[in-house]
């Protein structure tokens, strides 16, 4: 990592830093926590469309913190270094299997299952970029006669 001072701010909008969880089920993220309330929610809108789109992931399982411990971890490094429109994720995939419908009902991670959630992961961008543009789009005028 090249850090410039005074650091610049540079225009990135994801960074996801993937891992292998040993003790909690699922696939679920971490995120960074912000003063700004906006920002704070705008953040939460990827895990949660990727929580519609994955069986597999948690939304609930998901933690937004600023732990001292997680300081030198790339989405803490990054989510101070980069502007107030990138946001930085942990996702952690549970080593052994992830539960659906009920605490019984543990089913075990296969390569399939790893893969299916990454192309989970490319179908939730085209889903956040798609509400973007309906977002950001300028609404259309309508003339009356």
């Known amino acids: 990592v090249v850090v410039v001072f005074p650091p610049q701010k540079i225009n990135l909008e994801f960074y996801i830093d993937i891992h292998a969880h040993s003790t909690m089920m699922n696939g679920f993220m971490y995120g960074n926590i912000f003063e700004d309330e906006e920002r704070f929610q705008r953040q939460a809108v990827f895990p949660k469309l990727l929580c519609q789109n994955a069986e597999d992931f948690s939304y609930s399982s998901t933690s937004f913190n600023r732990d001292a411990v997680k300081a030198g971890t790339g ?16 996702l952690e995939v549970s080593f052994y299997s992830y539960i659906l419908g009920g605490p019984t009902s543990a089913v075990p991670y296969t390569e399939e299952a790893y893969m299916k959630l990454g192309r989970n992961v490319a179908r939730t961008f085209l889903d956040y970029y798609r509400l973007n543009s309906l977002v950001e789009r300028p609404l259309a005028t309508t003339k009356t006669r």
Do not use: H, I, Q
């Not at 989405?75 to 942990?90: H, M």
């Open 75 to 90: 989405r803490r490094f990054l989510g101070g270094l980069l502007n107030d429109t990138s946001y930085c994720y942990t």
